[in-house]
Each structure stands twice: as C-alpha cells, then as structure tokens.
C-alpha cells in the first residue's frame, strides 16, 4: 500500500504534484522508469536545446527560477532548476520503475498499479522497506522475473504524469527497409557536429525540425526539411518583448481569433512571408490552433534566416525512402547520408492504464482543457494539456489541493504512514 496517491513519471509534471502535495502535508510516491527524474530532458532531448518560453513561463509551482539565469535558460541550466526543485521539496522518486498497467478495484475502492522493477537502475529497490501497517504488508506483494522485479502498489490515489512526449512517433515510410544511410528520431539526436560535410533529410518541421535543421547547417552539414501539411513559425519576439507573453496578455482582453490576425501581421512585419520559402501556413491560426490540437507554433530561434539563405531547403511531402535517398510526392529524387525523423511523440497511457474512458485512444485526457485533469474514483492527469510546462503547473496545483481534500476526510486508520525507509526514499512528510 502506498504511503499517499501513486505519481507515475518523475518528470516535470510529477515533480510538480509531488511538491504541490507535500506542502499540503500529503505524503505520495512517484514511480519513473529511467534512472533519474526528468528522463525527456535528460535522455531525449538535443544538446543545443532551451526554452522558446521565456522562463516565468517554465518554472514549476512553489519555486521560480534562479534570477540569474537568462530569460530563456539552457537545457542545462533546466535541468539544473529540476534537480533543485526535488532536492529542495525532499523529493525521491522510485526510479527503475515502468508502470506496465494499472486498474481501479471498485471492490476496494483502490488503484492497483504494477510496475516492473528493473534493480540495476535503483539505488534502492522498493522490496527493502517496511511499511508499518499489517494491510501494507498484505499488499506490497513482489515476485521475481529474470533480474527483474514485479512489484503491485496500491492507492486511492492516481496521478498520470507520463508525458504527451512519452514515445517517439516513426512514420512507417515505404522503403525504410531499403535506405542504407542512418535513420533515427529526434530524440536520439544530440548534434550536428556527427554529420558534417552530409546531406540530411528532416522529416518533420515542428519546433524540433526547425532547430536541428538550423544545427545541421551551423556545423556544416547539408539540411534539408520536409514540410507535410504546413506550420505557423513565429518570431520569438516581438516589440521587445516574448511573443508567447504578448499572447497571452492580449487573450485575457481579446478572442483568439483576434489574437491570432494581430500575431500573424506582426510576423508577417518582421519574418515576412513564409509561404514564399514553402512554409505554408495552416488555415487556422496559431494559438487556435495550438488550443484545438496541441500542435506548437515554431519559435523562430534562427532557422528561418537559414532557410531564407537556402542553406535549409525545404522539400515537400515525402512519398518513399530509395536505398540512398527518397523520393518526394511532386515526384522529384535526392540522395541523403542520413534521415532524422522529426515527427512527434504520443503518450504512452494506453498500454497501461486499463478499464477506464477518461483518456481516449490517443492517450490524453477526452475532457477538453481547462477541465481534463480530474477522473473518477481518485484518477488525475497531470501535463496532457498541450499547454506545456504552466499547463502542468496548473493541473498539479488543481490536482494537489483536490487530493488534499479527500485525503483530509479520508479516515485516519487508512493513513499507512511508510515509518522507515532506511534510504529515505518516498516522499514521505514527517
Ligand atoms: C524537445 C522538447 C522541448 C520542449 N520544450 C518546452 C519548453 O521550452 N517549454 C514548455 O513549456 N514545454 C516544453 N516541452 C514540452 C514538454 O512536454 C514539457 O517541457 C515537459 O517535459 C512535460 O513534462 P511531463 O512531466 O508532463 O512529461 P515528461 O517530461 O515526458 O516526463 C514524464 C516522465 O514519465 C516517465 N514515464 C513515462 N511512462 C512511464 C511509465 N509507464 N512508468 C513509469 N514512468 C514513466 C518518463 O520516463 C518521464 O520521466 C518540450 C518538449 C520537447 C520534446
Ligand atoms: N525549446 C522548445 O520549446 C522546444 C519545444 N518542443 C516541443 O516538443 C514537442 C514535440 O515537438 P516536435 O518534436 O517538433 O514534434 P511536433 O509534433 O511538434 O511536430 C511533428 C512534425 O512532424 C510532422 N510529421 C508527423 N508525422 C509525419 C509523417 N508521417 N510524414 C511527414 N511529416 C510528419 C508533422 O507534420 P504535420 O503537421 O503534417 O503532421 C510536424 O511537422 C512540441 O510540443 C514542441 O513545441 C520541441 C523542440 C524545442
Ligand atoms: O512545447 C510545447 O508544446 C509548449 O507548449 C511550449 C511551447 C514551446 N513553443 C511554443 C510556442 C507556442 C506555444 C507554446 C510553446
């Protein structure tokens, strides 16, 4: 039996109802698959990466950001506040842990959560602590697998905290099998500096595709990004000042719609027409867009000065991949060295989490925001709002102060209170 609500991910989002939690004097228990928190922005992310957000956008619940980092902190410097953050809020996570399903027993009225353990990416596996109460010991049940551990925790409580970008998206290309140069996801790709003097083709030009392309060509590699059904790219600034925080000012006075013709007229001001380099633009503007489907707007971080120089060429839809190259839908031929796929990431809820519709198939929150991050029987979603890390901000306060609550009227004799864990390892509040 867990101490408090069960947290699946120790990324952002779990970090951030974890801390929302503990200051509300609710004990909780977060289970992460890697090795540390924050595996995204460890383990998947490109070395050259940083916040398009200005950081007042970024910063979790509880604890802004240092004042001396700059407006739009490196991947480092983020790293760094998260680190801080579970440090300072005595976050600790049970890493090594992959939630691989989970289900409400409406006989108990519980969430029964199994993960399976893999011992060499613990420092302290689970199994070694005590619980004090005699029904935790009944259900702490764990069983070995190969040098791996089965281990079924149990709680009131279920917080998803995932991750939108929790798998990779590939698109299954015909003739994948046949292109002899290498192909990888953006998440597995660091720097240009390993493809210098090579043709690349992009696939994808969201926020990723953009700025790994303009990487490829300032380490001198030969980018080539194909563009599918269009993108709004916006510039980072405008008047000086952030364009997401001059969004986000103006949509507290005005319709999106409104928001959305001001910021496409400034752009087309300062970046000019980007219809013109084969960027089209998508019929719906950018932050109904972004609210209607959760596809980002490109932040122009430099990319786009690339693309005007033709040192970034823009390649249509692509049909094929040959064994040295691919073929396009308007039917022309290149050769590429290699093949990054920019194309997205999905969330991975639905091979585990089992009997329930709050999420629908695409692993999201059916709900519509701002109301998706409460479900039935003690079920939360934290950070599918497609509204990146201050939608997770928000649904974890929410989130934390509803737990509280029924934490509160929840009776006494069923507060398992995890009395050693020699470690110090959960999230224990003393
Ligand atoms: C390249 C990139 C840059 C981004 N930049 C920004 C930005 O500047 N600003 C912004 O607001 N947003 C940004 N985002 C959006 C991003 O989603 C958020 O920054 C943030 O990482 C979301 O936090 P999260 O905790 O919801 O998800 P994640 O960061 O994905 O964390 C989820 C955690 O859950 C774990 N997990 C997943 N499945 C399981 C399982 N079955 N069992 C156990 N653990 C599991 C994962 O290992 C991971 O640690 C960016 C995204 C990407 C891909
Ligand atoms: N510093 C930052 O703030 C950064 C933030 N991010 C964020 O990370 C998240 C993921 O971004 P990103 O990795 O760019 O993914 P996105 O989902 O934003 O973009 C995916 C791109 O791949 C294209 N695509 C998908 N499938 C196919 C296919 N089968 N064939 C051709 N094209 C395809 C899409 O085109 P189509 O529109 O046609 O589907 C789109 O252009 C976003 O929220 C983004 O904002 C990413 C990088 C930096
Ligand atoms: O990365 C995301 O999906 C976010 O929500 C943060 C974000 C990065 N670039 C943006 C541009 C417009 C709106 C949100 C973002």
């Known amino acids: 039996m867990a101490p408090g609500p069960i947290i699946v991910g120790a990324g952002p989002s779990g970090l951030a109802v974890a801390a929302s939690l503990r200051r509300l004097s609710v004990p909780s228990v977060i289970l992460e698959r890697s090795d540390g928190i924050a ?3 460890r383990h998947r ?3 050259r990466l940083s916040l398009h957000l200005p950081k007042a956008f970024c910063q979790l619940p509880h604890l802004p950001f240092p004042s001396h980092l700059p407006t ?3 991947k480092a410097d983020f790293l760094c506040y998260l680190h801080s953050y579970a440090h300072h809020f005595s976050l600790h996570p049970f890493f090594g842990c992959t939630v691989v399903a989970a289900h409400f027993d409406p006989t108990e009225s519980l969430w029964r959560v199994t993960t399976v353990s893999d011992l060499s990416l613990q420092s302290n596996p689970p199994s070694q602590w005590t619980w004090s109460d005699s029904l935790s010991e009944s259900s702490h049940s764990t069983s070995e697998m190969g040098g791996l551990e089965v281990v079924e925790y149990v709680s009131p409580w279920l ?3 995932s991750g939108e970008n929790a798998e990779p998206v590939v698109p299954e290309l015909n003739g994948r099998e046949e292109f002899k140069g290498s192909m990888l996801h953006s998440s597995k790709y660091r720097s240009g ?3 210098k003097g090579k043709r690349v083709l992009v696939v994808g030009c969201g926020n990723s595709g953009m700025e790994m392309c303009l990487d490829l060509c300032e380490c001198g590699a030969v980018p080539f990004m194909s563009v599918r059904s269009g993108v709004h790219v916006l510039p980072r600034e405008m008047f000086g000042t952030s364009t997401f925080g001059l969004a986000m000012k103006l949509l507290k ?4 719609r409104l928001v959305d013709r001001f910021l496409l007229m400034v752009a087309r001001m300062v970046i000019g027409n980007t219809e013109k380099y084969g960027l089209k633009r998508p019929e719906v503007g950018p932050v109904e867009l972004k609210n209607a489907t959760g596809k980002t707007p490109v932040l122009d971080v430099g990319a786009l000065s690339q693309i005007k120089k033709g040192r970034i060429q823009i390649v249509p839809e692509v049909e094929s991949l040959t064994s040295n190259g691919a073929k396009f839908v308007d039917e022309r031929e290149l050769e590429f060295d290699s093949v990054v796929f920019a194309t997205g990431y999905k969330s991975n809820v639905p091979t585990w989490l089992k009997d329930t519709d709050f999420f629908s198939e695409d692993g ?9 991050w409460k479900g039935d029987d003690g079920l939360y979603s934290v950070g599918f709002t497609g509204r990146g890390l201050l939608g997770a901000s928000a649904d974890a306060i929410k989130t934390a102060l509803d737990i509280a609550e029924s934490w509160k009227n929840y009776p006494e004799s069923k507060h398992f209170i995890l009395q050693t864990h020699p470690q ?3 999230n224990n509040v003393e």
């Open 39 to 41: 595996e995204l922005w």
């Open 364 to 372: 999201k929150p059916k709900t519509p925001f701002p109301h998706g």
């Open 193 to 195: 500096k390993e493809y």
């Open 159 to 161: 917080v998803v905290a």
């Open 72 to 74: 739009y902190p490196s």
């Open 253 to 256: 006075w005005l319709p999106v």
């Open 45 to 47: 992310t490109y070395d």
């Open 424 to 426: 110090g390892q959960a």
